[in-house]
């Protein structure tokens, strides 16, 4: 059971938690469970099956991606107040977790169970509100991302293409 100085901590990071009902609050609460994990732990590995969903009190992840030639692609960080895209995306979908995720910095993590996750999910819309806010707000951070790679290639080879018609 989570006692009241980390409730009050939970919420101060996670004010979703305070608009749902008393007693989901408490169903989260007593079955949830705070970990502690060191920096460079991994969370989660590639096809592996989610069995949480992880709210970041304190520390940093990183979700990446790693090539067939073992270069890893960071999709995006996780940090206090925060929570999973892809852990929330696999519960959605019901797919094992697609990509892998290491703590960056040391971290202090609140882990609710995926069936107290549904349970939550399918009677409160304020908990449904906060998690499409939060796919949409890593999903835009990646977008941006993605855009910056793209648009900054492309300017650097038109640059290079220019210079070379000059001379």
Known sequence: MTGTEQIARIERLFPVLTRISIQDRKLIYDAGQFIEL???QMLMQQNQQCQFIPLVISGQLRVFTLSAGGREM????????????LSIAC??????????????????????????????LAEQP?????????????????????????????DRQIGRASCRERV
Request: hydrophobic share 40%; glycine share 6%; proline share 7%.
């Open 38 to 40: 060191p920096t460079g």
């Open 126 to 154: 304020a908990w449904k509100d906060y998690l499409i806010l939060t796919l949409y707000g890593h999903l835009t951070s990646t977008m941006q991302t993605l855009e910056a790679v793209a648009f900054n290639r492309t």
């Open 91 to 120: 519960q959605i979908k019901r797919q094992d977790f697609p990509a892998l995720a290491q703590v960056e910095e040391e971290a202090s993590l609140f882990m609710v169970p995926i069936p107290i996750y549904h349970q939550v």
């Open 74 to 85: 960071t999709l995006f960080r996780t940090g206090p107040g925060d929570t999973c895209l």
